[in-house]
């Protein structure tokens, strides 16, 4: 059974830092994508970043390069997206998402996921 749970979501003044976690459940992280995904209510869900396990693959969406990482724990079934400079346009609730296969070019695409969490909040605000 394929299970994603995010956590870590909360509130950060501009400027702060927060940490999202994904346990995953049912995929194989040394083969599959995960990609964590975010939307603002009325907006379509946008990828902000994605790990390609079969051969560490990482993409970034451009406004979060040099400010977010993504990551996996060696050994642990939990990917990470580690989010620095935080600004207010970055509220949003955060999704992780899982696919057996994901070609580069798509990794980033909400539609190349099968398998969806139930996000988290997170809100950068003074």
């Known amino acids: 059974q394929v299970q994603l749970v995010e956590s870590g979501g909360g509130l950060v003044q501009p400027g702060g830092s927060l940490r999202l976690s994904c346990e995953v459940s049912g995929f194989f992280l040394d083969y599959d994508t995960i990609g964590w995904f975010r939307q603002v209510p009325g907006k379509e869900r946008e990828g902000v970043s994605a790990l390609r396990g079969s051969d560490g693959k990482v993409v970034y969406r451009d406004d979060v390069k040099g400010r977010f990482t993504i990551s996996r724990e060696s050994g642990k079934d939990t990917i990470y997206l580690q989010m620095n400079s935080l600004r207010p346009e970055d509220t949003a609730i955060y999704y992780c998402?899982?696919?057996?296969?994901?070609?580069?070019?798509?990794?980033?695409?909400?539609?190349?996921?099968?398998?969806w969490g139930q996000g988290t909040q997170v809100t950068v605000s003074s």
């Open positions: 998402a899982a696919a057996r296969v994901v070609v580069g070019s798509r990794m980033l695409s909400s539609s190349s996921y099968p398998y």
